[in-house]
């Protein structure tokens, strides 16, 4: 089974940027599409970014198109999101998982087969 954990996570003003990482173990990271999510408390799960396997597909939900970038180092079975100009409402718990399929629609990502996540890692973004 695929092993994720999720890295990078910190308080930041508004504005600021952040890189999260997130390692791969046991099973080889090209195997699998990779989606960030995120959770604020209160609020539904929701998709941030997927990237393919081999890193030429990706998408965004629009809230953060223009502003994050996933991108993959599969040598290193490794996923980035890197996030710049970050918004109050970018704080959250923020996961990253396993992807069967994934798409856009009204600006939101949907992802199905999501069978192996991390435990998460914590953004705040705070004056």
């Known amino acids: 089974q695929l092993t994720l954990v999720e890295s990078g996570g910190g308080v930041v003003e508004p504005g600021g940027s952040l890189t999260l990482s997130c390692a791969a173990s046991k099973v080889t990271l090209d195997y699998y599409d990779m989606g960030w999510f995120r959770q604020a408390p209160g609020k539904e799960r929701e998709g941030v970014s997927c990237i393919s396997k081999s890193g030429d597909g990706t998408n965004y939900a629009d809230s953060v198109k223009g502003r994050f970038t996933i991108s993959r180092d599969n040598a290193k079975n490794m996923v980035y999101l890197q996030m710049n100009d970050l918004k109050p409402e970018d704080a959250g718990v923020y996961y990253c998982?396993?992807?069967?399929?994934?798409?856009?629609?009204?600006?939101?990502?949907?992802?199905?087969?999501?069978?192996?996540w991390g435990k998460g890692t914590l953004v705040t973004v705070a004056s």
């Open positions: 998982a396993s992807v069967s399929a994934w798409t856009v629609v009204a600006g939101e990502i949907k992802a199905y087969g999501m069978n192996h």
